[in-house]
Structures are given as structure tokens and as C-alpha cells.
């Protein structure tokens, strides 16, 4: 709900609140002009002696007018006919005849009215009122999807429009709640929709002096005013000795007798007009230049976050499957919840709705982190999740659990939890039982027991299918193909091996990028190549005879012109024999699978890496595009230096230039050898200065060696009163374990 009430406006509103954005960032620079050439006024110039001069030098002055910039203006009947002219502040003196700025005022009207009218009044008030729903809804997201409003300034994960998009709505969103806020008020206010803003307006004096007129300069009361409290002064009719000065200062408007110099009568401003000038200097910025400034820096980010909030939301829509048929939440009898990392989850899903719909069901799917608050009709619950990294919930699952606190779930509902994954990996599926438990912990009926599947395995989806028939009473046939992405021919240039002496054969692959296909238009418009990749990204390969991509870290970006991977053989390992056996000259089917998610953060933090065996892999990505030499700390485990010291060139290359500021290595196959976990408790005076000037850890390898690792960290980190839980929580710690 929260994210269709951001994106809906955003789409929508999108083009035109961008615009009135543009417009807004150039009328936050009048301002800040306008506080650079205008003197700045005091308390200690009197209103009085400012008049007196200004009347001196023009006889047929009519009023003069502060405006919230500072400026003052002075308006007269000159030789011409009316006339307008530039005052000192300071001293009276006439600077120049006054023309209001073409520029500014073009775009004042643009912003206000669009050159529209009404109807461009309501567009821009509509807008603004567009703009107050993104910046609360994009809040509440933003504090969602950084885990809480305490994590507010946690660092942003994701794609590059994902990160961007978080960032600018960080920096920008308090501005732009302000400018929204007050630009609806001021809509509502241009069209008499809210209570009395207006300056306060007394009763016109019924008795004057009617004296011959005095100086303006002796007048007490004007003498009494300081020119900064100044809003408008209106000279009595030339001629007319019952006529007044009328006053209009920032506490309210009042009438001077032109004789005497009384101030007859003075009414301070209600409190709508004190509110209502309030509003008009936050919006503005006259009169406050500063946060003029501050809105418009904040008003220059929303045609990014137009563009990558749209971006994102493609992105979205065109990664999941559609559902034909998908009835709504509230009418549905059975509900299928899916959590999935990568949206493979989502196939199992698609096939699962359509075999219910044909049994007569009535079936509505969803993500798990859409989970409502309840379901009147439904009598069923099916969740398919996947298991994302150290036993994690993926992605489209990550507040499931939160949500499943307020769930208010029917006596009668049953549920079955089916969790996918690898079971070569070492928390096979535990996000999955830990639904599974959360959803017995609701007092709800067990449908199925808990079911695993391993591999995409469409045999084990088959037969769990069958055994959900049984029980809801009629045959289920689920026959689930898995769709493959569109995968791009390359071919081995070049393998180096190692391992074979310690049994552990391990190979680094080198495969050549195909041609660059794009048009020079889509290379102008930036649109990437299909195989553009960073080191950390995954490479998706699939094996021939086999529907089920493996996946493999880079070492090399595609800035490097070939793909680099490094493979050990493993028994019985159906892709990485097949790899095992290749040759110069043989191609295979790849794609390329982001994982923005393992990344060294931005700045000059130093990084400590820890790897061991083909781990090694992203870590030695990253020090070869090191060239800012940013100080890289490696940990490197094998087993025989003599064997398998992975990457060494490019390791002694990257110390001698700097790439890699310290390089510390453990064999377990050597006298006196060990493991890299072992290494890193060895040296945890380093780790602890390191960690202490704002170092991240980034580790990559075994489930078993990352145990070990987490466990050296807590030793190294204790006197710290860190731990790696804290250091994840500040996103200092980053893990790609398999």
C-alpha cells in the first residue's frame, strides 16, 4: 500500500511536479541576488528619515514599500506619469529608477499559473499536493527499507538508480516536505479556500488634527518605526489635510496624522496573517535567503528522483511475472505469498496460481512483503520463499516477518510453507522454516508439513503438488519449466590452473566480451551493454543438458574487455566439470546477474578483505581496480603456496603499486600452517586500528570459513565494543558465502 501510494503520484504528477521543481530551483536564486546587492537594513534606521529624504528628492512620492528581500521602492508621480525608483536603505537616496526583473518575473508566473490562469493555479497546487504525498510516503519507505527510522542515515544498497534515488531523497526530502507544505497552503489561500490571512485593517481615523502638514522626518509616529519593520507607506493626497499616512509594518497597519504626527489608531496582525507570512517566507525564501538556497538545492534533486524513481518502478514491473487471472486480496480463498531474491520463486508461483484457478479456485498471488493485515475469504495460505545468503529472507521478503505481527488470521485458515534453494549451501532454506514456525506461532492449522526444494527441482515441485491435492481434495498437476534468461555466447581465451598437487583442482577461466552491439544513439543515451558487470556481480552459466544456471563471483569488470572467473572442480558437480573440461576456443551460455548488494563503499575508508580458496575471486577485482589506491588490507587463505596461491601476480603487482596496501596469507597444508580466520585473530591489533578509522569487511568463501571468520572479528573487535553484528548493522560488513 505504502509503495503504490509513492508511485502512483510519482507517475502520474511526475513530469509536472519535476517542472515546477526547475521553476522553483530558478526563483530560490532571487533571494540570494537580491541579498547579495541590496544594504542591508537595521534597527537603527528610522522609518522617518528614510520618508523625509525620499520626499526631498521626490516631491510627488505616493508610497514606499520594503519587500521581504530588503529592497526598498520608492513610487512617485514623475514628468512621465507614475514612476518607480531604487532607494538606499541606509541613507534614502534615490540609486536609479526601479524595473521589476522580466526574468523572475516570467518565471513567477510560470510557477504560479503556468501562463494557465485558474486552471494552471489548480494544476500547481495539485502538484504541490503530489509532492506532499511523495515526501511522506518516500519517508516512511526510505525508513522501511533502511530497517527503521534510527537507521535513517544507514548506507543504501541496491542498483545505481536505487542507491541514487535513496540518497537524493535523504538529503532532499525535509526541504521538499517544506516547500510542498507551504505551496498547497498558499494555493488554498490564492483561491479563498482557508480562514482570513489578510493584513489587518483598522477603522480610518474619524478625527484628524487637519493642521498644516508637518515634516515627514518630525513625525513621532514614524520616528518611532525602524525602516526593517517597514512592509508599505502610503503619503497622505497631496492637498487634502484630513487625509493620513497609512502604516503598514511586520506587527500589523496603522494610520500617522499628517499634522501632528499621532499615531491614531494601530491594528496588530491576527494570527492566520502572522502564519500566512511565515509560510510565504519558507516557500519563497524572501527574507531568508539561506533557506532559499537550501530549497532550491532540494527542489534541483526531484527530476533526478523523477527519473530514477521511474527507473525503478520499470525495473519492477518488468521483473515480475504477470499473473493471469489474479483475483483480488479480499476476495480470494486462497492466498500465495512469494519471497524470492532473483524472481526465480516467482515461475514455481505462476505455475502453482494457474493449476488452483483451473481446480476453481479463487487465487490472489503476492509478494510476502505485501502481506495485509488479513484475508476474509481466503481458507488457505501457500508461501514459496527462497533462502537469500546466511539464511536471510530475499528481497521481496524482508518485512514479512514484521508484517506477520499484525495479522489477524481466520480460525479456519490453514497454511504450507515450500522453501527453495541449494542444499549445497550450509543454511539450506532456513528463512523458509523460519516462516514455517512464525506461522505455526499464529495459531494457524498446518496444511502440509514443511517442504523443501532443492535446485529448482521440478520433479520435488511435482510431487509436493500432489500432496497438496490430496489434501484440498482434487488432483494438482504442477508441471513447472524453468525459464532461463537470455544468455550471450563466450568463449575461453585463457585458463590457468592450480590445486591438482593438494587435490583441490581450481582454474581461473578468461572468457572474451562479444562486439559491441549498441547504436550510437543507445551508447549517447548510456544504455548499457548486455554483459556490463563490476567485480562482485554474478555470471549466471548454464551447463549443457541442465534449465538451472550456476552462478560464479567475477574478477574482472567489462571495462577489462573478458570475463573472469575461478572455478574448482567438485565432485560430481555437473557446471564446474563441465568448465573444468573446457578449452580455448569453446564457448558457453552466460548471463550476467547483478549483486550491488557486495560492493566496497565509496570513500577513502580503508578496506580489509578476507577470502580464502576461489573466494579470492571478487576480492582480487577489487584490488585490481583499485587505481586510487585506496588502502586495501587482503587476508588470503589456501592450501599450499606452491599450489594454489591464488591471483599471486596481480597481488605482488597491486602491493609494489600501491593497489593493495598489505597482503596476509595462511596455507593449511605447510609446517606451521593454518587457516585464514586463524591469520585474521593473529592479527587483531590491525584489524582493531583499521575498524576504529571506519574500515569495511568484506569476506568471500565457505560457509565454514566465514563462520570462522565472524568469530576471529568478535575477538579482534571486542575491546572496541564492536561486534560484526554491529558493523553489519552500519552496512561495514558485507559477506558472499556459498
Not at 489587518?200 to 520616528?223: N, T, Y
Not at 486462497?334 to 505462476?350: R, Y
Amino acid at each position: 500500500m505504502l509503495r503504490r501510494l509513492h508511485s502512483l503520484p510519482g507517475l502520474f504528477a511526475g513530469s509536472i511536479v519535476a517542472f515546477m521543481a526547475i521553476t522553483g530551483v530558478v526563483l530560490s536564486l532571487q533571494p540570494l541576488l537580491d541579498h547579495a546587492v541590496v544594504p542591508a537594513v537595521t534597527n537603527s534606521i528610522s522609518l522617518a528619515s528614510v520618508a523625509q529624504t525620499v520626499s526631498d528628492n521626490l516631491p510627488g512620492v505616493q508610497r514606499i514599500v520594503h519587500s521581504a528581500s530588503g529592497a526598498v521602492t520608492a513610487y512617485y508621480d514623475g514628468p512621465q506619469g507614475a514612476a518607480a525608483a531604487v532607494i538606499d536603505p541606509k541613507t534614502g537616496a534615490v540609486l536609479g529608477d526601479y524595473a521589476a526583473s522580466p526574468f523572475f518575473a516570467f518565471f513567477t508566473e510560470l510557477h504560479r499559473s503556468l501562463f494557465l490562469g485558474s486552471n494552471g493555479r489548480i494544476a500547481a497546487g495539485l502538484a504541490a499536493f503530489a509532492m506532499v504525498v511523495l515526501s511522506i510516503s518516500g519517508a516512511f519507505m526510505l525508513a522501511t527499507r533502511l530497517g527503521g527510522w534510527r537507521k535513517l542515515l544507514a548506507t543504501a544498497r541496491g542498483t545505481l538508480s536505487q542507491r541514487l534515488h535513496v540518497e537524493l531523497s535523504r538529503m532532499a526530502v525535509l526541504g521538499l516536505l517544506i516547500s510542498a507544505l507551504t505551496g498547497v497552503v498558499m494555493s488554498l489561500n490564492a483561491f479563498g479556500l482557508i480562514g482570513d490571512t489578510g493584513q489587518a485593517m483598522g477603522a480610518f481615523p474619524s478625527a484628524v488634527d487637519g493642521g498644516a502638514p508637518a515634516a515627514v522626518g518630525s513625525l513621532a509616529g514614524l520616528q518611532a518605526v525602524p525602516l526593517a519593520n517597514l512592509r508599505e507607506l502610503t503619503f497622505p493626497y497631496a492637498g487634502d489635510p484630513t487625509d493620513v499616512f497609512t502604516l503598514t509594518t511586520s506587527a500589523g497597519q496603522g494610520y500617522v496624522d499628517q499634522a501632528s504626527g499621532a499615531l491614531l489608531s494601530f491594528t496588530p496582525n491576527g494570527l492566520g496573517q502572522t502564519i500566512y507570512e511565515t509560510i510565504y517566507m519558507l516557500h519563497t525564501g524572501q527574507g531568508l535567503w539561506w533557506f532559499g538556497v537550501l530549497l532550491g538545492l532540494a527542489s534541483l534533486c526531484v527530476p533526478v528522483l523523477a527519473i530514477t524513481g521511474t527507473l525503478i518502478w520499470w525495473m519492477r514491473r518488468r521483473s515480475q511475472p504477470r499473473i493471469v487471472g489474479n483475483v483480488p486480496a479480499r476476495q480470494a480463498d486462497t492466498i500465495i505469498l512469494v519471497g524470492s531474491e532473483g524472481n526465480s520463486t516467482w515461475g514455481f508461483a505462476a505455475n502453482l496460481h494457474g493449476a488452483l484457478t483451473a481446480a476453481g479456485h479463487k487465487v490472489h498471488a503476492t509478494t510476502m512483503n505485501a502481506l495485509a493485515s488479513d484475508y476474509p475469504a481466503a481458507s488457505s495460505m501457500l508461501v514459496l520463499t527462497a533462502t537469500y545468503g546466511d539464511g536471510a529472507a530475499p528481497s521481496s521478503a524482508r518485512n514479512f516477518l514484521a508484517r506477520l505481527s499484525h495479522f489477524k488470521a481466520h480460525a479456519t485458515m490453514r497454511f504450507a510453507v515450500l522453501g527453495f534453494g541449494d542444499r549445497s549451501f550450509a543454511n539450506f532454506c532456513q528463512f523458509a522454516e523460519q516462516v514455517d514456525s512464525a506461522l505455526a506461532g499464529k495459531a494457524m492449522r498446518s496444511l502440509l508439513p514443511f517442504a523443501t526444494i532443492d535446485r529448482q527441482s521440478a520433479q520435488s515441485f511435482a510431487h509436493w503438488g500432489d500432496s497438496l491435492g490430496q489434501v484440498l481434495g482434487h488432483d494438482l498437476t504442477l508441471e513447472h519449466t524453468p525459464t532461463v534468461p537470455d544468455t550471450t555466447a563466450l568463449m575461453l581465451v585463457e585458463r590457468v590452473d592450480f590445486g591438482v598437487e593438494v587435490q583441490a583442482p581450481t582454474s581461473t577461466l578468461r572468457f572474451a566480451l562479444p562486439a559491441d552491439s549498441r547504436t550510437w544513439w543507445q551508447r549517447l543515451l548510456r544504455r548499457p551493454a548486455s554483459l556490463d558487470f563490476q567485480p562482485g556481480d554474478l555470471v549466471g552459466i548454464v551447463p549443457p543438458g541442465s534449465l538451472v544456471p550456476r552462478y560464479y563471483s567475477l574478477a574482472s569488470s567489462a571495462s577489462d574487455g573478458a570475463l573472469e572467473i575461478c572455478v574448482r572442480k567438485q565432485s560430481g558437480g555437473v557446471c564446474s566439470e563441465f568448465l573444468h573440461e573446457l578449452t580455448p576456443g569453446d564457448n558457453i551460455n552466460a548471463f550476467i546477474k547483478r549483486n550491488p548488494d557486495f560492493r566496497p563503499q565509496t570513500g577513502k575508508a580503508p578496506v580489509i578483505l578476507i577470502g580464502s580458496g576461489t573466494g579470492i575471486a571478487p576480492l582480487a577485482g577489487f584490488v585490481r581496480h583499485n587505481t586510487r589506491h585506496r588502502p586495501y588490507y587482503l587476508y588470503f587463505g589456501g592450501r599450499d603456496p606452491a599450489s594454489d596461491f591464488l591471483y599471486a601476480p596481480l597481488l605482488r603487482a597491486a602491493l609494489a603499486d600501491r593497489r593493495l596496501a598489505g597482503l596476509a596469507t595462511a596455507f593449511s597444508r605447510v609446517v606451521g600452517g593454518g587457516y585464514v580466520q586463524d591469520r585474521v585473530r593473529d592479527d587483531a591489533l590491525t584489524i582493531r586500528k583499521l575498524v576504529a578509522s571506519g574500515a569495511q569487511v568484506m569476506v568471500c568463501g565457505g560457509r565454514q570459513m566465514a563462520d570462522g571468520v565472524r568469530d576471529s572479528l568478535d575477538f579482534c573487535l571486542a575491546p572496541l565494543g564492536e561486534t560484526v553484528i554491529s558493523l553489519k548493522a552500519k552496512g561495514r560488513y558485507l559477506e558472499d558465502v556459498y
